[in-house]
């Protein structure tokens, strides 16, 4: 299934959030609808074309804002689901999102919020490989590194996971590095789609930015502060927040960006290429079982993993940084499930 191929990373269209090819179908839940990234995902999801029936669900407030959310002037439907009502909420779905848990607050890692979220997520997953097996699932909560894990080691315990249908969203990261880049180069994001592989917690995260053309020529005190800003830029955030969360609006347009993407690989459309943080052979051999690297999207959800293409020495440097901490975070989310 997860064929090594030597094509070269291709970075996701960026020129608009969403593209739609085909409508049909197609039941999206956010679980944790209520919160800072819930509430704007939700309403970014009711924008997407591809999506036509729109369910959301939180322990608390999930109706408040579905009924807000239908109210938007296009084709899907939207439901709301209070806490009793999960199994209802998850019926039927195709693609389910997660952003349920905890955000950071200044001082915290992303590592800080395990001991809450990892049980949060751990149970969502038990209820998905109940009542909807065969979804789609994007992990947002945190820490990624270690959620994703959980998620896939929940479902095989109940005999359901397909690693084809499981992703951890790192879209941000991508989104960052884009965005900062153009800062620096005085160019437009959307000329400098950087692959940003890895995982989704400070050194864990790896850009690419030698892949990029206006990328290639940074080097020295310029280089390490984008890759620095790429890596910390969740906690620029959270700073500048005081107290009140983490990101959530860039969030949930990441999110969403996303979800379109593998909407648009389920409905047929090719060549779809976006990193996210799957079940992966590229590191197996090192005992490393989960990695973000550029994955095409398809009717099935992954469809081809692609290797890391060609790094520059910074890069290779960056990578082994990057896979002790990323073995750790993926070994403490398989043993809490064990
Ligand atoms: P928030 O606290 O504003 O919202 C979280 C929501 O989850 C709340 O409405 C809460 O009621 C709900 N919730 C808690 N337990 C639940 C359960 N068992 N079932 C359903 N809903 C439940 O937090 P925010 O800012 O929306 O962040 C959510 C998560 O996303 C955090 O873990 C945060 O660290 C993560 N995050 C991930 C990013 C990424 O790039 N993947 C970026 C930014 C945040």
Do not use: W
């Not at 924008?47 to 109706?63: C, E, F, K, M, W």
């Not at 039927?92 to 001991?115: E, H, Q, Y």
């Not at 969502?124 to 009542?131: D, E, M, N, S």
């Not at 994955?295 to 890069?315: D, F, M, Q, R, T």
């Amino acid at each position: 299934m997860f064929a090594r191929n030597a094509a070269k990373a291709v970075a996701p269209n960026a020129s608009r959030l969403f593209s739609s090819s085909s409508a049909r179908h197609t039941k999206v839940t956010v679980l944790g609808a209520g919160g800072g990234i819930g509430q704007p995902l939700s309403l970014l999801l009711k924008l997407d074309p591809l999506v036509t029936n729109l369910s959301l669900y939180d322990i608390r407030g999930a109706p408040g804002v579905a009924a807000d959310v239908s109210h938007v002037d296009t084709a899907s439907e939207v439901n709301g689901y209070p806490g009793e009502k999960l199994d209802e909420a998850l019926d039927g779905s195709k693609v389910i999102v997660i952003p349920a848990g905890v955000p950071r607050k200044p001082g915290m890692t992303r590592d800080d919020l395990f001991n809450t979220n990892a049980s949060i997520v751990r149970d969502l997953a038990a209820a998905i490989a109940r009542v909807a097996p065969e979804a789609h699932i994007l992990v947002i909560s945190n820490p990624v590194n270690s959620t994703v894990p959980i998620v896939a080691e929940t479902l095989n315990k109940a005999g359901v996971f397909n690693p084809a249908r499981v992703f951890g969203v790192t879209t941000l990261d991508v989104v960052r590095a884009s965005r900062f880049l153009a800062s620096v180069s005085g160019t437009s994001p959307s000329e400098c789609n950087v692959p940003v592989v890895g995982g989704h917690s400070g050194p864990t995260i790896v850009p690419l930015l030698s892949q990029v053309s206006h990328g290639k020529s940074l080097a020295g005190e310029s280089y390490d502060k984008l890759v620095y800003r790429i890596q910390f830029g969740g906690d620029e955030v959270v700073k500048a927040k005081d107290g009140a969360g983490s990101a959530t609006l860039s969030m949930a347009y990441a999110g969403a960006k996303f979800a379109n993407s593998l909407l648009r690989g389920l409905a047929g459309e090719k060549g779809v290429v976006t990193p996210t943080f799957v079940y992966s052979p590229l590191f197996a051999d090192k005992g490393i079982d989960f990695f973000s690297s550029p994955v095409e999207l398809g009717v099935n959800g992954v469809e081809k993993i692609h290797p890391l293409g060609k790094l520059s020495a910074s890069e290779e440097k960056l990578l082994e940084a990057c896979l002790p901490e990323l073995k750790k975070n993926i070994e403490k989310g398989k043993a809490f499930v064990a």
